[in-house]
C-alpha cells in the first residue's frame, strides 16, 4: 500500500529535471528504476497515471507563471494521455 502513495511523486522525476533539479539519476538507482518499471504495470497505476508529457506542461506553464491546474479535464488532453499508454 505504501508502494501506491509513494509512486506518483516518483512519477514527477522526469520532468522535474526541467526546473534544474536533477532527482535520483535512474543509471545510480537500478532497483528504484525496476521498482518503477513494476509499478507502471499495476493496473491500480495504469488507471490514474499521468504522463511526462503532461507533467511537463504543467511545468512550462508554471514556469511562466500559468499552471494549467486542469490539465487532465478537457477531452482531446484525456484522449492524448490514454494514446500514451
Known sequence: MADLHLYPMFERFPSVHKLGVDVLPAGKFP??????????????????????????????????????CDVQLDEETVAMQNSVL
Open 31 to 68: 532497483r528504484l528504476g525496476a521498482w518503477m518499471s513494476t509499478m507502471q504495470q499495476q493496473d491500480c497505476v495504469r488507471k490514474c497515471w499521468i504522463s511526462t508529457r503532461l507533467h511537463d506542461h504543467y511545468i512550462a506553464g508554471y514556469r511562466v507563471g500559468n499552471p494549467d
